[in-house]
Nanobody, 122 residues
Framework: QVQLVESGGGSVQAGGSLRLSCAASGSTANTYCLGWFRQGPGKKREGVAAIDSDGRTTYANSVKGRFTVSRDNARNTLFLQMDSLKPEDTAMYYC????????????????WGQGTQVTVSS
C-alpha cells in the first residue's frame, strides 16, 4: 500500500513558477512509476508527466519545455517544477504511483493523492 500527499500548490500570475511535491509512504515507493495528472474546471483528467524507477520521463505536449518532473528516491518524493505558467494550467494537480513492470510506466496508476490546487491568473 502506498499513500501519496501533494503540496506546493497556490496562486501565481502568468509567467510565474511553482514547484509541486508529492511525499510517498511505503518502503517500495521508490521502485514505482510515478506521475502527475491534472483536472481543470469542466475538463477531463489528463496526464501531465511521468517518471519511471530509472528516471526516464515523459511529458504531455502542452507542458513540454515548461515543466520538469523529478524524483528523490532517498526521500520517497516526487517533484514537478512548473515554469512559464499559463492560465490554462489552472487545475487540481494529483500525483499517482504504480509498480508498473519493474518500475516502468506501462499501465494505469493504482495509487492517487488527494490533489493540490494550482491557479494561474492572467
Amino acid at each position: 500500500q502506498v499513500q501519496l500527499v501533494e503540496s506546493g500548490g497556490g496562486s501565481v500570475q502568468a509567467g510565474g513558477s511553482l514547484r509541486l511535491s508529492c511525499a510517498a509512504s511505503g518502503s517500495t515507493a521508490n521502485t514505482y512509476c510515478l506521475g502527475w495528472f491534472r483536472q481543470g474546471p469542466g475538463k477531463k483528467r489528463e496526464g501531465v508527466a511521468a517518471i519511471d524507477s530509472d528516471g526516464r520521463t515523459t511529458y504531455a505536449n502542452s507542458v513540454k519545455g515548461r515543466f520538469t518532473v523529478s524524483r528523490d528516491n532517498a526521500r520517497n518524493t516526487l517533484f514537478l517544477q512548473m515554469d512559464s505558467l499559463k492560465p490554462e494550467d489552472t487545475a487540481m494537480y494529483y500525483c499517482a504511483a504504480d509498480p508498473g513492470i519493474g518500475g516502468s510506466c506501462v499501465a494505469g496508476f493504482s495509487y492517487w493523492g488527494q490533489g493540490t490546487q494550482v491557479t494561474v491568473s492572467s
